[in-house]
């Protein structure tokens, strides 16, 4: 595989930890630690995927979902969340509001690598 990811989370550790599970991949890894700078990023890099965190400071990561989903450029860029939200309906919410796809916390590898997986081919079937 090979693609760019945007990582948007504020938590240093879980940067760490995907960073390794992608680069093992062969994937590259953007991080940024707010969700508005991170929308700054995927206008400039238009990342294959974004990968977001839901408890972000100063804006959460379903307001920047909308932020993103907003704009032409970026509105098709799928969005996976990733959180420690894993209450029973937690993951249909998120699915509802717009993400493309859900993995709780704490991330899973393997789980992973199989929803990004999943995401850049069907991106490379559409062209």
Same mark, same amino acid.
């Given at each position: 595989?090979?693609?760019?990811?945007?990582?948007?989370?504020?938590?240093?550790?879980? *940067?760490? =930890?995907?960073?390794?599970?992608?680069?093992? $991949?062969?994937? !590259?890894?953007? &991080? /940024? #630690?707010?969700?508005?700078?991170?929308?700054?990023?995927?206008?400039?890099?238009?990342?294959?995927?974004?990968?977001?965190? *839901?408890? =972000?400071?100063?804006?959460?990561?379903?307001? $920047?979902?909308? !932020?993103?989903? &907003? /704009? #032409?450029?970026?509105?098709?860029?799928?969005?996976?969340?990733?959180?420690?939200?894993?209450?029973?309906?937690?993951?249909?919410?998120? =699915?509802?509001?717009?993400?493309?796809?859900?993995?709780?916390?704490?991330?899973?590898?393997?789980?992973?690598?199989?929803?990004?997986?999943?995401?850049?081919?069907?991106?490379?079937?559409?062209?």
């Amino acid at each position: 595989m090979s693609g760019t990811i945007l990582y948007i989370e504020d938590n240093h550790q879980s *940067i760490r =930890l995907v960073r390794k599970i992608l680069k093992n $991949a062969d994937y !590259r890894m953007l &991080a /940024e #630690k707010n969700a508005m700078v991170g929308i700054l990023v995927a206008r400039i890099h238009k990342p294959d995927l974004i990968l977001m965190d *839901i408890n =972000l400071p100063w804006i959460d990561g379903v307001q $920047a979902l909308d !932020r993103l989903r &907003a /704009e #032409k450029v970026l509105q098709n860029i799928p969005v996976i969340a990733i959180t420690a939200h894993t209450d029973y309906g937690d993951r249909e919410r998120f =699915l509802k509001a717009g993400f493309d796809d859900y993995i709780p916390k704490p991330i899973s590898g393997r789980d992973l690598v199989a929803a990004v997986n999943a995401i850049i081919d069907a991106k490379a079937d559409k062209g």
